[in-house]
């Protein structure tokens, strides 16, 4: 059933009010001697004959006037009372009232249904209706001397007949306002706006005008619960309501009767000041008010009230409430220690989170204060990663033997369990509600924690946005009724934690971008080092490449003219000076090859082969032109290394300068080079490795060391290609080659290929 809108609660509440009030209207009216005596009592010209002859056509009524004058201190004794006297006596006012009265009691008592389950206390009603009209009686005289009293008694006395026709109208659904009210001691006529849709004082205002009543009863009936500061200025005679008013206070303080409206907002003192009256002639009124009501209570057919039995009932009835507030102070005193203990919760557990703490270390924190919270040995807590597909989250046992504490699974393992948990949620948005772990979540159990028991573990959603992220989880012998009335501290804990773990789960993201920003900057860094390192190289390529070719045309010349005049010159000086620009040119030949080497290096001519084998060709290159013979160079070959792609002369060749260059670290001495090989299985790369203990370089040297044309020997060095053409090669081939050194401590080359699946393979 959904909620209803406001316009939707306006139209049922009106609904009702009209029903209220067309019940109203079934009720039966005065009987024809009240409404024949208000006709006379109202006329100039009416005799106090036909007053008396009117009230004995009642027999009942007429024996009630006369122990009315008999009991008012007004001289006639019980001898010689007769209704005469009685009229003369009291006069017509007192008479109309008094009649009024006994006949609006007599009238809504038999309209009353005769249902034992209605449950009304008529007497308790009266007396306290009773109570209100005598207090009223004597606060008139204090209010306005010129009021007569008896119009204020009557006023006092019928100013809740609105209750009288509700009940009498609406026999169950008043029995329903009056045990709410009784359950939560509260003002009956919040409790009838909301079950009746209209409180007695509006339904006794129609019932008055239905019977014509007087306008100051009718008045008074209406507003007599209304703030005394705030009352229409066009009231017949406010007084009498606020009279009326404060006798209420003063009849419910005094616990006499029943009036069904428990809280008493202001008290009988603050109210009299406020009306100006001395707060001692409050009390006197007070203390006088039991021995009026056993006075004025024969009126009414309620001879048997004596003053000891309204005492003993005010007591009765102080105590019962005192019993019902104290079974609601313990109540609220329960609920507030449930509440305290959750916000000592939601304080350890804001102390617990840390803005760094992954998400397993939330879920952590919140499983252990929870059993601590709950005095629990199986708790847990997960959060379902959905942009990762994952489920994630820490359960607590009760030893570490039972299994694993911490816990992560792919969500397609248990897709249709994570499905039917967050169903249930999506079911009724609205309800936040403790659900049987064992039939919503069987996953929990079966992948996660089996030692826990299906049937007593139970579980709450964690909520954001209103979808569901995850769950608290916990065994209880308790089942989930007993945490009924702690679903809103359960939410704010739900919530809380939903926010906790979402938080980290985006801090954790944050951290791994940052992680993998950094990474791709020092890629990025090393790329773009290589790349410019590369652009040298392939510039330096260009120049020597046109140079080369501008350089060669006249050098051929130069050359050849000089080996000519050699040819034919006789005198051995100048012969000796043409063998040397000869000689000189021809050196100058072989610095052009190798530029246009380095320029244009040649397509490499790539075939499968095996990395032991170019690494032994290369080194026995070496030994054929090596100038320093006293270097030992040692191999260390992984097995199974896959085969590589690539030209083997230019490997070779490549191989040869590296081995050279390490050989030329040692300055002619004894010296040890290591030619190694292995697979780097994080890059996935075949490594050529050559190592030298010799002088290394540093932090300059290496800088420059792949440059064209440097070279760190001044006297005597060679051109500085060596390293420049080995790195064309490697690059032509699609490896690269990384250089590490340290002065005095040696220089390590590393050449990096990529292996070749499809003819080797890793074991």
């Given amino acids: 059933m959904g909620f209803q809108t406001e316009e939707q609660l306006r139209k049922s509440k009106n609904k009702k009010i009209e029903l209220v009030l067309h019940q109203l209207t079934s009720l039966p009216t005065l009987p024809a001697i009240a409404v024949r005596l208000l006709e006379l ?45 009685a009229v003369v006596l009291l006069g017509f006012d007192a008479v109309r009232n008094a009649v009024l009265s006994i006949k609006v009691f007599e009238t809504l008592q038999e309209a009353s249904p005769n249902d034992m389950s209605v449950t009304f206390d008529w007497s308790g009603f009266w007396k306290h209706s009773m109570a209100v009209a005598c207090a009223a009686k004597r606060i008139i005289k204090l209010l306005n001397p010129k009021v007569d009293p008896e119009e204020a008694f009557i006023c006092g006395l019928l100013h809740d007949i609105g209750k009288l026709a509700l009940v009498s109208s609406l026999p169950k659904s008043y029995s329903r306002v009056i045990e709410l009210t009784e359950a939560s001691l509260a003002n009956i006529a919040d409790v009838e706006n909301k079950i009746l849709g209209v409180d007695h004082s509006i339904a006794g205002k129609r019932l008055g005008q239905k019977w014509n009543l007087p306008e100051s009863v009718i008045e008074t009936i209406w507003l007599h619960h209304s703030w005394i500061n705030a009352l229409p200025e066009v009231l017949t005679n406010p007084e009498i309501v606020q009279s009326v008013h404060l006798a209420d206070i003063i009849a419910r303080e005094q616990r006499i009767g029943y009036s069904g409206n428990h809280p008493i907002v202001d008290s009988s003192m603050e109210v009299a000041v406020q009306l100006g009256c001395n707060p001692a002639d409050i009390e006197t009124i007070t203390k006088q008010l039991l021995e009026d009501i056993g006075q004025r209570a024969v009126m009414l057919g309620l001879e048997n009230i004596e003053t000891e039995n309204l005492y003993h009932e005010a007591l009765a009835s102080a105590n019962s409430e005192l019993g019902k507030l104290n079974t609601k102070l313990s109540e609220q005193n329960q609920n507030l220690r449930i509440r305290s203990g959750y916000f000592e919760l939601l304080a350890d557990l804001s102390l617990a989170l840390k803005p760094t703490q992954s998400v397993l270390d939330v879920c952590e924190a919140v499983t252990r204060l929870w059993a601590q ?80 028991d299906m049937s007593r573990t139970i579980a709450i959603p964690l909520i954001i946005n209103d979808k569901v992220v995850g769950g608290i989880l916990w065994e209880s012998d308790m089942g989930t009724d007993a945490y009924a009335n702690q679903l809103r501290e359960l939410s704010a804990l739900a919530s809380t934690t939903a926010l906790a773990l979402l938080q980290a789960a985006s801090q954790n993201r944050l951290v791994m971008m940052c992680e993998q920003l950094n990474h791709s900057n020092r890629l990025l860094h090393d790329t773009q080092k290589e790349l410019l390192s590369s652009k040298k190289l392939a510039a330096v390529g260009e120049l020597a490449a046109g140079a080369a070719h501008e350089i060669n045309n006249p050098l051929s010349i130069i050359v050849g003219r000089s080996e000519w005049l050699m040819s034919t010159e006789e005198d051995p000086e100048k012969k000796d000076t043409l063998q040397k620009i000869s000689e000189k040119g021809n050196i100058i030949t072989d610095i052009i090859t190798e530029l246009m080497e380095f320029a244009k290096p040649a397509t490499a001519n790539q075939e499968i082969t095996e990395v032991s084998f170019i690494i032994e060709q290369a080194i026995n290159k070496y030994k054929e032109t090596a100038e320093n013979k006293n270097i030992d160079i040692q191999t260390k070959f992984t097995p199974n290394l896959p085969d590589i792609s690539a030209d083997k002369s230019q490997i070779i060749s490549a191989l040869v300068e590296l081995i050279s260059n390490a050989a030329q670290s040692y300055n002619n001495e004894e010296g040890t080079i290591t030619v190694a090989t292995n697979f780097d299985e994080l890059e996935e790369k075949v490594v050529i490795s050559v190592i030298d203990r010799g002088c290394g370089m540093d932090s300059k040297t290496l800088e420059k060391a792949t440059t064209p044309f440097f070279s760190a020997k001044k006297a005597g060095r060679r051109r500085g290609l060596g390293l420049s053409k080995s790195i064309r090669n490697i690059e032509n081939n699609g490896g690269t080659l990384n250089l590490s050194s340290k002065p005095d401590n040696g220089t390590i080359a590393k050449i990096s290929f990529p292996p070749d699946y499809e003819t080797a393979s890793l074991n």
């Fill in 41 to 85: 009592t109202i006329q100039d010209d009416t005799q106090a004959k036909e007053v008396v002859t009117l009230i004995e056509s009642d027999p009942s009524l007429a024996s009630k006037i006369i122990s009315l004058a008999t009991n008012a201190a007004t001289g006639i004794s019980r001898n010689n009372a007769s209704l005469s006297k």
């Fill in 373 to 452: 919270h709950q005095k629990l040995k199986r708790t847990a807590v997960f959060l379902h990663h959905k942009d990762y597909d994952i489920i994630e989250g820490f359960a607590m046992l009760e030893s570490r033997d039972e299994g694993p504490t911490a816990f992560m699974l792919d969500s397609n393992e248990v897709p249709e369990d994570i499905i039917q948990f967050e169903q249930l949620h999506q079911a009724d948005r609205r309800k936040f509600r403790i659900l049987p772990a064992g039939t919503t979540m069987p996953w929990f159990f079966e992948k996660v924690c089996p030692v826990y």
